[in-house]
């Protein structure tokens, strides 16, 4: 982390608020058509050739999202725009521009801003956006990042979270759980760091889910591939929460139950091992961990086909109705245990016990 | 001030993040018909019916854009939306639609929010723009508001700060100088209550520009009276950093300069007696007070019939070759003043000397 402890760093107001905007976003490029107008006008001007428009915005902030003592503040950049770009694949659009918001104490320098922002040019090259427009300001204390990401589709391809019917398959990308025993595995070695600054992180061996962490991507990859198998699902939500808060959102906005089957819930086998190295169910860090960011979406049962030998995607339960509530069904036994936002402590130990 | 010294204030936990927001925006409803999806999804949805979309992102930092000491809640949360809209009214587009992010330290109780939002309702039914997305957060300390405003107008409708020609009129809306005004009595006023907290504040009589400080309102009525008189401008600024800071920028992204009269500069007679109170020059504060969210704005000299008598508008100056420079032309003398975006102390000792 950068902190404005050297003479050779500089100042915020060595460039004044309007300085540092055009220093940090100057070499930024428009490079899609949409983006008629990017920063330093008193708006972007956007052109949705007769698209919709979907946008979001998402705050990152110091101490609840995110500990500057082992996440680089370029990975942080890069972070905030994927986050919010995750949104955006959660609506079936392609992401097109994001705005950039940073509120930042005085203890941070213009470099830390500009590795902030080599994070952010290195997400808007990666995933073809344009950064059109921002604010900078001081504040009290800490960082704050907050992203307005755009994005654009035909009216009839959008997907929100309240088209799933009864019957309908419920289908997740990737695997889950990994980016939050990354998480467990920083916060491990920070803590041994700060008891003895001597010691080196144990880092090794776990990379696939310290970069879940660290550099997740949204997965702007799989609207084309849904296009590919000729696939519209039903509903969609992205996996920020764990897997159990977003299918209650999905349950909520479409108003059906779901059953999620534990034995299909994909994990990877870095997942499983670092799990049990620190004593915790991985199907649990799926259920409750967040910050996969993959895709979770509903398909009609015809659509089963096309879909059920596919390397990307894993069918892992399917809708039923409202008052059949939303339940996981347990490996082996088949017991239903209700899906819940808040935590599972009670599972847990009848698993462990 | 809601700060959570009562036991009968509700802590934020008691919702939970979902909940909070949830809480916070049910009762906003969508007028708008480019408004398809507001609050709840991944994504709010956004119909630009063939317009273009113009979009801005502004932060609002505790400690560098407002003092809760003296600001209510519900003040803040109408003026975040105000300051916002006046970034599209300063493209001539209709605003149509904003996402709030509300980031706030554990001190901040549900009524703290409640109150906020009561000032964010406020806005959008006076601005008839909808609310279709937000989040909120905990953070380690302090209030940020980042507000993201969207609005629409055909292509050629549309205003940019870079179309100004040499030669064109330069004009302002409403009256300068009142905001930074009255935050220099808001600023006394609560000095003189930290000293001794049995002082009554003094503010009567102060009312507008105390109202210029608290509550600005976004020029959102300019664009249908510039229509009626069938003039549209060339370029055009809003001025929330001064008269001085936003000509400056027109002659950068316009690249031409421009010469401002001092005697022309629009300035309410309560703004010339508050200023001499307190041993201020009003057109300084005109100048380089910043907040008053009038439009500047040029239109070509043909135009000069059609807005000369009116009202709403002042005729100030106009534009020269960039060669020339951006200069004040002093009240009597005629002297040249440069005109420059870091305050005027030369030129103030020279006045008052």
Chains 1, 2 share one sequence.
């Not at 470099?111 to 994070?119: L, Q, V």
């Not at 992180?201 to 991507?217: A, N, S, T, V, W």
Request: hydrophobic share 40%; glycine share 8%.
């Amino acid at each position: 982390m950068l902190e404005d402890k050297s003479p050779n760093l500089t100042p915020v107001s060595a460039y004044g608020e309007f300085g540092l905007i055009k220093h940090l976003t100057e070499h930024f490029s428009l490079e899609n058509s949409s983006s008629q107008l990017g920063v330093g006008d008193d708006c972007a001007v956007i052109a949705p050739e007769g698209r919709q428009v979907v946008i979001s915005t998402d705050i990152l902030a110091e101490g609840v999202h995110f500990n500057l003592g082992y996440v680089p503040l370029k990975h942080l950049g890069y972070k905030a725009v994927a986050v919010n770009l995750s949104d955006i694949a959660a609506m079936n659009a392609k992401p097109t521009q994001i705005l950039v918001a940073v509120a930042a104490s005085n203890r941070f320098p213009v470099e830390a801003f500009e590795e902030i922002y080599a994070g952010i040019a290195l997400a808007c090259k990666h995933y073809q956006v344009d950064l059109v427009g921002g604010d900078t300001t001081s504040s009290n204390s800490g960082l704050v990042i907050t992203i307005t990401a755009v994005g654009m589709e035909n009216k009839e391809k959008i997907v929100s979270r309240s088209g799933a019917q009864p019957n309908d398959l419920l289908v997740v990308t990737g695997d889950l759980g990994g980016a939050y025993l990354g998480l467990q595995i920083l916060e491990r070695e920070h803590s041994v760091f700060l008891a003895n600054p001597n010691m080196q992180p144990e880092m090794d061996g776990y990379d696939y889910i310290l970069q879940r962490q660290l550099k997740p991507e949204a997965r702007t990859d799989i609207k084309t591939i849904l296009a590919e198998l000729e696939i519209h699902p039903t509903a969609m939500i992205d996996v920020s929460d764990g897997l159990s808060s977003e299918t209650l959102h999905l349950s909520d906005q479409s108003k059906v139950g779901f059953r999620i089957y534990e034995e299909k819930i994909p994990l990877d086998s870095l997942t499983i091992s670092t799990a049990e190295e620190l004593n915790l169910n991985p199907v649990m860090c799926a259920l409750n961990g967040g910050e996969d960011y993959e895709l979770l979406f509903t398909i009609a049962p015809a659509d089963f086909d096309k879909i059920k030998n596919h390397p990307d995607f894993t069918i892992i339960g399917h809708a039923v109705d409202l008052e059949q509530g939303n339940y996981l069904v347990a490996r082996g036994s088949n017991e239903l245990v209700e899906l819940n936002a808040q935590g599972w402590d009670a599972y847990l130990k009848s698993k462990r016990g």
